[in-house]
């Protein structure tokens, strides 16, 4: 039997919306002795990104503690952390047109307690009608309790949501609660996600 269009969008942040272009950090690894990408796989090991994630730690003990596993100074994890990345701007626009044709939109992220203040730098504060931050909730994807309450955050039943995330993991833990998800790789995969929504 073929599903019926999904009501409501979920939305991952990193990677699907926001995205970090290598080259904005220059010459950081001449100056600072590391590496960007090695700061960051440092922060995505799981004895760092679980603690941080779930709201055990505040990002700056993110921060220090990737210092303290890299070798790296202060002031390069301060650079570091500093770019904000860039937001796409067709995702942006599909956000806009989902809710714009009355739908709700949740923005659904594996994040650090500083999430609201990337949303206010980069100007998405008000592009959401519900914000999922695995911080606040203690809980992460791609656990079966975290899309509940995503779900319920968008006052929408699980299996009439539809789910973007860049992740795999993500993609199958969500459909394991009941949503459907499409795997984004690109604003290519943008059509399939508006006739999921019926738009």
């Known amino acids: 039997m073929r599903r019926r269009p999904a009501e409501a ?3 991952d942040f990193d ?3 926001r995205h970090f272009d290598p080259a ?3 010459d ?3 100056r600072h002795g590391v590496a960007p990408a090695k700061l960051l796989e440092s922060g995505l090991e799981w004895a760092r990104q679980l603690p941080a994630i779930t709201g055990h730690w505040t990002r700056q003990q993110w921060l220090d503690e990737i210092a303290a596993h890299t070798g790296a100074s202060a002031a390069a994890l301060t650079e570091w952390d500093a770019y904000p990345g860039y937001v796409d701007e067709a995702v942006l626009g599909f956000v806009r047109e989902v809710r714009a044709a009355g739908r709700r939109v949740g923005l659904a992220t594996n994040a650090t307690d500083d999430l609201y203040d990337d949303l206010a ?3 998405l ?6 914000i999922v931050s695995s911080a606040e909730l203690g809980l992460h994807k791609p656990s079966k309790e975290f899309f509940k309450a ?6 929408t039943p699980a299996d009439r949501c539809l789910f973007l995330d860049d992740t795999d993991r993500n993609i199958r833990g969500a459909r394991a609660a009941g949503l459907s998800a499409l795997r984004f790789s690109g604003p290519a995969d943008l059509p399939y996600a508006r006739a999921a929504l019926n738009l």
């Open 9 to 11: 969008l979920l939305i």
């Open 15 to 17: 990677g699907v919306l």
């Open 24 to 26: 904005a950090y220059g």
């Open 28 to 30: 950081f690894e001449s």
């Open 121 to 123: 730098l980069l100007g």
């Open 125 to 130: 504060t008000d592009e959401f009608d519900a």
């Open 150 to 155: 995503a779900c319920l955050a968008l006052e």
